[in-house]
Nanobody, 121 residues
């Protein structure tokens, strides 16, 4: 299984970026795809799944997925300097309660390598 994240970069505050995560080696429809991030000196934190968002990104970030391309996207708008982090995509096998625990990194079996997002002020 491979999760390949891309799309990170340097952007000014207020700008936008779209991250992509290409999944291979798994049955995409059977997996819940989540996004996490880790800023320097901080713990990894949940960002979003398609139906649930961290409070700090709600109404600015949107998760979507293209099943035909085995790809999940994270559209990030109105970026802030505090959004600066390495962003990771992750895959968790869907279960009856996986959405309820989507914020928990331990739920996810597969992780991508991360892509750096830097927002300048």
């Amino acid at each position: 299984v491979q999760l390949q994240a891309s799309g990170g970069g340097l952007v000014q505050a207020g700008g936008s970026l779209r991250l992509s995560c290409l999944a291979s080696g798994l049955t995409f429809s059977r997996y819940l795809m989540g996004w996490f991030r880790q800023a320097p000196g901080k713990e990894r934190e949940f960002v979003a799944i398609s139906t649930r968002y961290a409070a700090c990104v709600k109404d600015r970030f949107t998760v979507s997925r293209d099943v035909a391309k085995n790809t999940v996207y994270l559209q990030m708008n109105s970026l802030k300097p505090e959004d600066t982090a390495v962003y990771f995509c992750a895959a968790a096998l869907r279960t009856s309660d996986s959405v309820s625990y989507a914020y928990n990194a331990e739920l996810y079996k597969y992780w991508g390598q991360g892509t750096q997002v830097t927002v300048s002020s």
